[in-house]
């Protein structure tokens, strides 16, 4: 229920049948809904982008391609969109920037999409991001060049596919949590990315955390949460 004698909003019977919208995450959690578009139609996306425009709801809206993107932007031209990170956001403005840097650490040019949707929801979600690229294990005085960057960081996200092992890496050489990706990228026994997930999991350095795998997103938000400002008690 809202505050006072107003009973909360009811979604309309026709958007019930879609989604149920949360329109109190914001409030509840301090970060805002998310809208994963894979699978909806461009007609559901239509009518759910509506209702949050209608409700004045910030969102971001996650795995977008090309035709639910247009979809979203159909009723939220001002909506800012990454078609990298298949991304959109709306409003378009991102928060104020606040709390510590998230550093997001893909292995190769592959990995771009995923890394790309970590950062942009940590960007979203109001930390100062820096992207770090192309710095795989197969090279690695390429990640410790960047190890200055690295250590400023109050999370970092490090994004690999094929044999996975840069998360551990960066874990034994940083102070900050490390939150491993492991991506779908890689040959045939990499299994689409189960390959690497294991790699992650199995990981000897402490202070890594894992998510699932191409899950760009989910590693952008736990990066923010770690590095967000402390709350007033």
């Known amino acids: 229920m809202t505050s006072g004698d107003q009973p909360a909003w009811q979604p309309p019977p026709e958007l019930t049948e879609l989604a149920e919208l ?32 209608d409700r004045d709801a910030r969102t971001l809206f996650t795995r977008a391609d090309d035709e639910r993107a247009a979809a979203v932007l159909d009723v939220l031209p ?18 104020e920037p606040s709390g510590g ?23 979203l979600l109001g930390r100062r ?31 690999a596919g094929m044999d996975g092992a840069l998360p551990s890496v960066v874990a034994g050489l940083v102070p900050a949590p490390v939150v491993a990706v492991p991506t779908s990228v890689g040959y045939g026994a990499a299994f689409d990315g189960l390959a690497p997930l294991l790699t992650m999991l199995n990981s000897c350095a ?14 952008g938000h736990l990066a923010a949460q770690i590095a967000a400002p402390p709350r007033d008690k």
């Open 78 to 95: 001002d909506a800012g969109h990454d078609p990298e990170a298949r991304l959109l956001w709306w409003p378009s403005e991102p928060p």
């Open 22 to 53: 949360d329109l109190d995450r914001a409030g509840r959690r301090g970060y805002p809904e998310a809208v994963y578009c894979e699978f909806k139609t461009p007609t559901q996306l239509r009518r759910i982008a509506a209702e949050l425009r």
């Open 206 to 219: 402490p202070g890594v955390a894992v998510v699932n795998i191409d899950n760009g997103y989910g590693a």
């Open 129 to 159: 991001t820096e992207l770090v690229m192309d710095v795989g294990v197969a090279g690695l005085h390429r990640i410790l060049r960047r190890l200055d960057l690295l250590r400023r960081a109050a999370a970092i996200v490090v994004v």
């Open 101 to 123: 840097l998230v550093v997001v650490a893909a292995a190769g040019t592959s990995d771009l999409p995923v890394a790309r949707e970590a950062q942009r929801t940590a960007e």
